[in-house]
């Protein structure tokens, strides 16, 4: 009797390791230097800041597509790009200036250096040029002077903590109330209402015009066993702010290099799984910088595909400064039941994190047509949208981080739970040793029959 049990359980422990042992040699060992390297590569020189509507953006498009391909993703409805048009700001081949004329116009008083004394703000670009003076309508406060032109309002401003590095996001539908948009530093502010109380002129020219062009997402997926139960889509955007009128490079490293790099690198994970229960959709959205364009068109034009989607963003991975920040919409808590289901898998990793309810991400659109979603983010704004968020500052221990909670995730929504997958490591480790166990034991009670 002992000698069957003592079979038994060997057979058991040699089925579990010969599995576990497949599995090991099998899965793709997620690479967070991979992730690194991807990173430094897409805030390189060559990319420029990867605004959309450049050359480097559509070269980004490309780079994210063919790395759909070599990672074995099929393409989405029969094509990787998913175009949709957009209004961007356009860069013109002059110089950008802020002078001050004579009461005549005819000749310069003082011209500010770009960078230094004043610089663009994007948010708005319905006009480029303006000239004013106290006969116009003007408004003045403590930070700023707002100029009223017919329809058109310009708006000059010093920023908070006087600093000119910080960029805000292009409004590509144009809503803005201002027709441009021009930060100052205190003591240009200060001169240039100085110059107004004695009548002279004021003159500023940004070259930026409003274009209109077709921009693309990039979409991948791995086809599952049952392509009628809601898919489970993973995304990330690309795009990010350019460079400025003196080539300082945006670099984006963090926002959001990081996001679309970690997702290039999950989906060589995810493949080595072998086929889900259900589509897995991994989308890289463009134009997130102008309000969410990419994944607001991709939520309209497949909206009814995406009913009972789960939906995982990653936006900012790469900071072990902050807790990982798990961003539900504003309406979410934390009962809602996608929320409580990943907290549940965080909870089990024992994982530094905080959850979030902003609609501040490509979450959003999802969760304004109540589809399951939420944005992973490692919610440092130290550097965003300054010239100082680089590959520097990416932390490779925040990668793992986020990879070691939606790895479980991803099984437990599209793998069943499936616990070899999960827990293989241990298995191979103790299905090892149960074999070392009860081969001995066998053997000695082989010998005493």
Known sequence: MKKTISAFFLTISLLLFTNSINIYKNIYKFNHTSVKNNIDYL???????????????????????????????????????????????HKLDENPYLRILDKNSTSIIKEYEYGSDYKEEMLSFKKNHVVFSNKDSIKTGDNGIQITKGSDSFLFFVPESNSLTFRSSFLASQTSYQSMYVMLTEATLKEIKEYLSKDYKISCFIPFEVKNTTLNNVVGFIKGKDTKT????????FDHLGTDLKGNIYRGALDNASGISFILELSKYITSLGTPDRNIIFVGFN????????SEHFVKKYSSMLKGAKVYNFDMIGSSAVPLSIMGGKGDTKETSFMRSITSTINTKAVNYKLIFEDASDHEPFRRNNIDAVTFC???????????????????EAIDRAFNVISKEIIKQSFNGNPMLIYYKNIMIFSALGTVLFSFLLSIQIKKN
Do not use: W
Request: charged share 25%.
């Open 43 to 89: 805030t390189s020189d060559d990319y420029k800041g990867r605004l959309a509507g450049t050359l480097e953006n559509i070269q980004t498009e490309a780079f994210v597509k063919n790395q759909f391909q070599q990672n074995g993703l099929e393409p989405f409805n029969g094509d990787y790009y998913d175009p949709f048009d957009s209004n961007y700001p």
């Open 230 to 237: 809601p898919p489970v889509v993973i995304s990330a955007h």
């Open 287 to 294: 134009a997130e910088e102008f309000g969410l364009l990419g």
């Open 378 to 396: 490692d919610s440092d704004m130290s550097r965003i949208h300054t010239p100082e968020d680089t590959i520097d500052h990416i932390s490779v």
